[in-house]
């Protein structure tokens, strides 16, 4: 079934807290070290709160977890596994489907935040072996503020929400249901123009990775087997809050790390958890393709990144401060 939510941190905390909370048996859980804050909140919730064990599954040096070190940290006390279908920093594709069949083979719940997927790949629950599933309208062109939850069985979950009997009293409160219209609506266009998106995307990034490679020198993409609409920058010399400020007054928008904590002082835990430097961490920004991009735009973007980068490299050898 699908469950309407306010949004993809509504829908993880539902899954990853509701099922906890019904299933205190078990005590152990296991995360990628990649998770949004959305997973890693809840996760930290569950283990402050009522004493859960959570365990940090590590990723190579691509970004991507490793099905026989998940196996290693399975016990007879996991109750849940969460692992993203596509990680929002770097955009590294995570190999659910064998998640799901190790989970299900060992009837451990498998929770999937499949936010930064939807659009990019193909996501069939039953195939994925997923228990639940959390997706976003934003993310495909929807409107912000709503998104869904697909729950296999929601009778194993605890509802959150409490009060009156809507969704047949699992989560109380009154619908939004204008943002569930343009849901669908999204929903309907993606199926529509999917695959021609897909191309597009794949083009512009192409397009963007060929001229940087041969207009600047000293840099590198963080991870790998990748999106195509997600590419992460080091780079190399100067600080990424300094370029990432100097290109919008040039009408180029970049993040310095995921776009729901670009406001963030703290280094991303995602580069950390790929080996990266303290350094590169700092020399780090993530450029986003999506399907109403041009190629006139990419043309310009790597004209200004270029002649930017440039100049603030030319003003000190070492990291520029804005």
């Known amino acids: ?18 099922y906890c909370l019904k299933n205190k048996s078990k005590n152990h859980i296991i995360t990628s070290s990649i998770e949004h804050p959305a997973i890693m909140e809840a996760c ?14 590590p990723v190579n040096k691509d970004g991507i977890v490793q099905i026989n070190h998940l196996a290693s940290l399975i016990t007879p006390k996991t109750s849940l596994v969460t692992v993203m279908m596509v990680n929002n920093e770097i955009g590294s594709i995570q190999p659910i489907k064998k998640i799901g069949a190790l989970c299900k083979a060992l009837d451990i719940y498998f929770h999937c935040d499949a936010v930064q997927g939807a659009g990019k790949l193909p996501i069939d ?5 997923v228990n639940s599933l959390s997706l976003s309208a934003h993310k495909i062109y929807g409107p912000k503020g709503v998104g869904c939850l697909y729950i296999e069985d929601k009778n194993q ?29 999204a929903v309907e266009c993606l199926m529509d123009h999917w695959i021609n998106d897909i191309q597009h995307i794949t083009f512009l990034r192409n397009k963007f990775i060929g001229q940087l490679n041969q207009h600047l020198t000293d840099w590198s ?28 007054q ?27 430097s303290q350094e590169e961490i700092r020399s780090t920004i993530r450029v986003s393709f999506g399907r109403q991009n041009t190629i006139q735009e990419i043309e310009k973007a790597i004209n200004i990144l270029v002649t930017t980068t440039s100049k603030l490299r030319s003003f000190s050898p070492m990291m520029v401060n804005v």
């Open 1 to 18: 079934m699908i469950e309407p939510t306010s949004g993809a941190t509504e829908s993880n905390s539902t899954a990853i807290i509701g």
């Open 221 to 248: 993409i963080n991870g790998g087997n990748t999106v195509p609409s997600t590419l992460s920058l080091c780079i190399h010399g100067i600080r990424g809050e300094a370029l990432a400020y100097a290109l919008s």
């Open 44 to 57: 930290k919730y569950l283990q402050v709160s009522h004493g859960f064990d959570v365990s940090y599954l």
């Open 250 to 276: 040039m009408g180029v928008f970049v993040s310095i790390a995921s776009a729901c904590s670009s406001s963030s002082s703290k280094l991303s835990h995602v580069l950390k958890a790929l080996g990266k």
């Open 125 to 129: 629950v039953k195939e994925l072996n």
């Open 157 to 185: 979950l605890y509802p959150l929400l409490h009060g009156g009997a809507q969704e047949m009293g699992f989560r109380s409160g009154t619908e939004n249901v204008t943002g569930i219209i343009g849901f669908g609506q």
